[in-house]
Each structure stands twice: as C-alpha cells, then as structure tokens.
C-alpha cells in the first residue's frame, strides 16, 4: 500500500522596498498560501516553515529540496490532512 501525503512547498521571499524578507507556505491541496517574516537570526527558511506548521498543528514529517524552493512533507493528524488556514475544511487522508 502506498501511503498519501500532503506536500506543502516553502518558498524565501527576499525584501522590497516596502516589506522585509519573509516566508512563504504553499498549500495546493487546500488552495491556501501564508506567509510570515522571516528570522534573520535564524537564517533558514526551511526551519522557520517547519517550526511554524509543528506549532499550528501539522505532522511534519519529512522534507525534499526543489530548484528554487523546498518541499514538507506532511502526514494526517487523526485521519485528515490540516489546511494551512483554520476554515474547517481539513481533507480527509
């Protein structure tokens, strides 16, 4: 049996003149995207995706590098896929 996952992608978004770098969650599943500040102190995007779906929730667990963004891999938690958004609409797995 092949398992089924929920692949989100994570992109860095550099600065512009009116906002500083940030980082961006992609969920094509749910047709949802966030995004939030990137942490210079930090200084990995692909940690600051993980450890802010591990908070809201999400069962990360694995990762996978693209061309010119990441990918988590995200298992269901108690039988549905979580949205990035609350709106009540999880999937089921």
Not at 27 to 45: A, C, L, M, V
Not at 68 to 83: E, R, T
């Amino acid at each position: 049996m092949i398992n089924n996952y929920h692949i989100l992608i994570v992109k860095f978004i550099g600065p512009s003149q009116l906002l500083d770098s940030r980082v961006k969650i992609i969920s094509e599943r749910f047709h949802q995207s966030i995004t939030f500040e990137y942490d210079d102190n930090s200084g990995n995007t692909l940690e600051q995706a993980e450890g802010w779906l591990l908070k809201n929730g999400h069962n990360v667990i694995g990762h996978g590098e693209g061309k010119d963004h990441y990918y988590v891999v995200c298992g269901h938690v108690n039988g549905s896929f979580q949205a990035l958004r609350i709106t009540g609409a999880n999937c089921k797995a």
